[in-house]
């Protein structure tokens, strides 16, 4: 079953989505509606390039979000990106908490990450990880504001802004569909080491085997 055609995305007064109310019943009303695919890993060509940009906004698109939020859960993820459940389509979900353990559930449509400037800008080196990197860890320092500009379901314009882990999801899901992994982001050494953290590992979700 489709998401319902008139729902509507809420926007506050300063046109960025409302997405820390009724969390657990939206979450909740996609998966229920979504089937759960495996996650696909590092090598599988569709996560090192660039996605298409979403043009139709119809019960496919509806559909795909529904799966994604069913395949995040089952993977026990905070974000999930199209292309790791093998779609070529700008779409991210996400069910993550900020630093001040509030809940935020969402996606966003071709989403654009918002330039900010470098003054006051605070760099957060925590660690990361990437359900397309299964078992891995590694310190990557990114900004601790995140401002994503893209399109609900219905192609209407959304702004999403997170601060702390929150922002580190925005900052690494909007990556995934322009083909960037967060190993891409650390030193050769350090991407070795995530990479053979994920040999050594055994992911506790279905994933799709590289040829």
Known sequence: MAQQENQVTPIDDEGYVVDTEDCEARELAHRERGTSRPITVVGNPVLHRECKDVTEFGEELAQLIDDMFASQKTAE???LAANQI???AKVFVYDCPDDDGKRHTGYVVNPKLVE?????RVLDDSNEGCLSVPTAYAPLA????AEVTGQDAQGNPVKVRGTGYFARCL???TDHLYGYLY???LSKRE????LRQMEEGTP???VVPND
Do not use: F, M, S, T
Request: charged letters at 35%.
């Open 77 to 79: 993820g905070v974000g």
């Open 86 to 88: 093998g779609v070529d």
């Open 116 to 120: 900010l400037p470098a003054a006051g």
């Open 142 to 145: 990114r900004p601790d504001y």
């Open 171 to 173: 900052q690494h899901e």
């Open 183 to 185: 190993i891409d982001r």
């Open 191 to 194: 991407r070795k080491d995530a």
């Open 204 to 206: 506790r979700y279905p």
